[in-house]
């Protein structure tokens, strides 16, 4: 079964830090993966996609399809970056493509 | 509106009693999907729309949940008979089909439901 799997729930570091949030996934066929993150009173919305290996914001993240994972990571954290990041999945299912997201990592950037 | 709009934003109700939903989409997108999310969760799949009708509705948890369409925009997620564990906050999304990368959706700032 497709899942999407964060193992840390808190990630706190301080200002200029570099941050890794680690993302695994479960998916037999190709996948194609998401960060989306969700600031403190903002609604949900996407960071970025794998398919366009861009960087926003500063960070970055790479598909690893041989220990799938699509980690997200910064060099140097900035406070503003403190929210709540969630990595998602989707998959063509029933005709229409499904996204699945992992329970979520707390990034926390202290000054 | 320029977003997805949803309301109430609160709603706290007692157990056993009815709630809507409702969800606005982004005008002219055709995708409209219904999220659970619970403290500590990600958002849970319960329900996707592909214009008027339910394309897929294997992530609502029982048949107390229903939601529709009517008309291909507006979407109403209906509980009957609430209990406790139906709290939390539900999200609507939409996407449009057309120039729109799988897996981008536009997501409302959710109801949170609380069951007393």
């Known amino acids: 079964a497709q899942r999407v799997t964060q193992p840390e729930k808190l990630l706190s570091v301080f200002k200029g830090a570099p941050v890794e949030l680690k993302c695994n996934y479960s998916y037999s066929g190709s996948p194609e993966l998401f960060w989306y993150v969700q600031y403190s009173r903002q609604r949900l919305q996407l960071l970025l996609r794998h398919i366009s290996r861009e960087s926003i914001k500063g960070f970055t993240a790479d598909l690893n399809k041989g220990e799938t994972s699509f980690h997200l990571k910064k060099p140097f954290a900035q406070e503003e970056d403190s929210a709540m990041y969630y990595c998602a999945l989707t998959f063509f299912s029933g005709g229409y493509n499904k996204l699945i997201f992992g329970a979520g990592t707390r990034l926390a950037v202290h000054p | 509106g320029a977003g997805v709009s949803q309301t109430p934003s609160n709603k706290v109700t007692e157990k056993g009693k009815y709630v809507e939903l409702r969800c606005d989409p982004i005008?002219?997108?055709?995708?409209l999907y219904w999220y659970r999310q619970s403290l500590g969760q990600g958002p849970e799949f319960l329900i996707y729309?592909?214009?008027?009708?339910?394309?897929?509705d294997s992530g609502l948890p029982n048949d107390r949940f229903f939601a529709v369409r009517p008309e291909g925009s507006v979407s109403t997620l209906k509980i009957q008979r609430t209990e406790r564990g139906d709290s939390a906050v539900y999200l609507c999304a939409s996407s449009s089909r057309q120039g729109i990368l799988p897996g981008e959706l536009f997501f409302g700032e959710g109801s949170r439901l609380t069951v007393l």
């Open positions: 729309f592909q214009g008027t009708g339910a394309a897929d």
């Open positions: 005008s002219g997108h055709t995708a």
